[in-house]
Structure formats: structure tokens, C-alpha cells
């Protein structure tokens, strides 16, 4: 499955995702993976159907719609969910588990055994990361690891654990894997690369421009660190960042750069 077709599919789904969902938003990536997701928080849900099963991963569209996304995926596929695994424990993502659980799904906690996906553990934006690699559809599910919606949140596992988490990444699948975010857009390797350097490059700029002694409140106004900032507004949004949230962005990375090589 390259891109051009997985994009291909896409466009065809968003035809049809409006008669199955107000609420739910269906990608058709292959005949065997849909990417759901919901208004409330855009996790990028997997629904991968397998040898050993159906599989949901990350099931979590906002607990108003768990029964909108068991009825959008018993129209899919017309068989019983039978395991849900989680890229990481924060409840935009594993919130649903519940739901689904209650109802005999098997939450698959580790080492999958479910044929035809791979999974490695990674310590990046959580203490325990998970990555899913399903064979058939060429398809990599990393969880917030890596985010197209947001800026990079490497703050459990610091630079180290970014840059290794984004490596494990890369070494799964080939060049025309299809990379799927905990949120925004699924992409391609080149798109993860570019991330992994303006991550680095980010870190960086920051690094620099504490040793030189600038307040945080400095930093904020600084022109390379906003065009860096803007770097991962994929999407085009304005404004991309929260004044807030831009300023725990900088305070954040200071924090990681302070643990992992002392007071800067």
C-alpha cells in the first residue's frame, strides 16, 4: 500500500463517513485498517481486522460517543470486536477500554500476540509507549509519540528517548509505511523525519538561548523560536498555539534540558 493509494482511499471514504457518523470521522486506508476518529478529542482510532481477530486500537472518540463508534464499526464490519490494544495509558486514549471491556473484549496489556501486528516499547511522551506495526496494511500506529496536530510532547522520555522512539519508528515497515499520530493527519516516514529534526532543532534553540541567560518570557518573542514553533502547525490552524500552551511548551523543554544535562 503506498500513499498516493492510502490517499486515494481516504478521499473515497470521506464520501461515505457522513452516512455512517455525525460524530465519527471513517479513513478506509486498506481492506483491512480503518482510522476512526471522534469530535471530542481526535485520537486517531485503529480498527484493524486480523487472523486473530478484530482489533481496536485506542478507542476513544469522548465517552459521549463509545456507543456512536461501536455502531459505525458494526457497520464496517459485521463481526464482534474481539481485542483493543493502546499506544499509551493517557484516557484520550485507553478512556474507552471500559466501554469495550464490559462487553468481553479482550484488552491486550504488553506483548501482542495478535497475528499480523508487531509491537515494540518505546519511553518517549509516556513512560511506556507502545508501537503497533500491522503488516498487511503497511501501517504503523505510534500513539503521541509523534503528532500532526500538536507540537512534540517528549517530556516522560527526553531527547534520548525521543530520538530513539522516533528511530524504532523508522526501522518498522519500509518507505512507503503509512506513519498514523495519536492525532492529525496519518503521513509518511519523510513527514516523521522532518518532525524528528525540527524536534532537535527546537531542543536546541532552547538550549542555546538559556545558557544565554533569557527569560522564558524572552524566549517566547524570540523570531527563530516562533518560526520554529510553527513548524509543526501542519495543519495551517491560527493561531496554532494558546499563549499558554506555547509557554508551557518552552518551560517544559527547559525542564528536559535542566534533568538531562544539569542546570543550563
Known amino acids: 500500500m503506498n500513499i498516493l493509494k492510502a490517499l486515494l482511499l481516504f478521499v473515497l471514504s470521506l464520501m461515505s463517513a457522513a452516512a455512517l457518523s455525525a460524530n465519527i470521522q471513517v479513513q478506509a486506508v486498506s481492506q483491512h485498517l480503518h482510522i476512526l476518529s471522534g469530535k471530542d478529542y481526535g485520537t486517531n482510532i485503529g480498527l484493524v481486522e486480523t487472523p486473530s481477530g478484530l482489533v481496536l486500537i ?49 484488552l491486550m496489556a504488553g506483548e501482542s500476540s495478535i497475528q499480523g501486528v508487531f509491537h515494540r516499547v518505546v519511553k518517549s511522551h509516556t513512560t511506556t509507549d507502545n508501537i503497533y506495526y500491522h503488516k498487511p496494511s503497511n501501517a504503523i500506529f505510534v500513539g503521541d509519540v509523534f503528532d500532526t496536530s500538536w507540537h512534540p510532547t517528549f517530556y516522560a522520555g527526553g531527547v534520548a528517548g525521543f530520538k530513539n522512539a522516533i528511530d524504532t519508528v523508522l526501522r ?32 536546541d534553540t532552547i538550549r542555546l538561548l538559556s545558557i544565554q541567560g533569557l527569560s522564558v518570557e524572552q524566549i517566547m518573542t524570540n523570531k527563530k523560536v516562533i518560526d520554529l514553533a510553527e513548524r509543526f502547525n501542519l495543519s495551517g490552524k491560527s493561531p496554532f498555539l494558546p499563549q499558554k500552551a506555547y509557554q ?17
Open 172 to 203: 518498522l515497515g519500509d518507505e512507503q509505511s503509512l506513519v498514523v499520530p495519536g492525532h492529525g493527519v496519518a503521513t509518511d516516514k519523510a513527514s516523521l523525519r522532518r518532525f524528528r529534526k525540527n524536534t532537535l532543532e527546537w531542543v
Open 58 to 106: 485506542d478507542p476513544m472518540p469522548g465517552k459521549a460517543h463509545l456507543a456512536e463508534l461501536e455502531k459505525v464499526i458494526k457497520e464496517i464490519h459485521h463481526k464482534p470486536i474481539t481485542h483493543i490494544l493502546n499506544t499509551h495509558a493517557h484516557d484520550d486514549h485507553s478512556g474507552g477500554n471500559a466501554f469495550f471491556t464490559s462487553q468481553g473484549v479482550q
Open 248 to 264: 508551557r511548551f518552552i518551560e517544559r523543554t527547559i525542564q528536559v534540558i535542566e534533568r538531562e544535562h544539569g542546570s543550563v
